[in-house]
């Protein structure tokens, strides 16, 4: 089996309140721009992700609880999916249900 090599510390940490300011102003952005309508679960903004781990704006890295199926199985941001998406002209994939 080969060595896995992550591009971000895999340490979770929370290094104030969650939302941190960052957050809290996105979050009142996104409350100025899009109809309530459109829910959310959680104050954090994910800025980075790798493996199961998630970076907000405000720096805090936590455990990617709600990844899906193929996050679970490869990681985020795994290297040799990642190239395969790079050489897809045109394909991403949004998930809506945040």
Same mark, same amino acid.
């Given at each position: 089996? +080969?060595?896995?090599?992550? @591009?971000?510390?895999?340490? @979770?940490? *929370? ?6 300011? +960052? ?5 009142? @952005? ?50 040799? *999916? ?8 045109? *394909?991403?994939?949004? @998930?809506?249900?945040?």
């Amino acid at each position: 089996m +080969s060595e896995i090599t992550y @591009r971000l510390p895999q340490v @979770r940490r *929370v290094t104030g309140s969650v939302p941190g300011p +960052s957050s809290s102003k996105m979050e009142a @952005r996104r409350q100025a721009a899009v109809s309530t309508a459109v829910t959310s679960s959680s104050p954090f903004y994910a800025f980075d992700a790798d493996d199961g781990l998630l970076v907000d704006a405000d720096g805090n890295s936590v455990i990617d609880l709600g990844a899906g199926i193929a996050v679970t199985t490869v990681g985020a941001s795994a290297p040799a *999916v990642t190239e395969a998406i790079r050489q897809l002209p045109g *394909v991403s994939h949004i @998930r809506a249900s945040w």
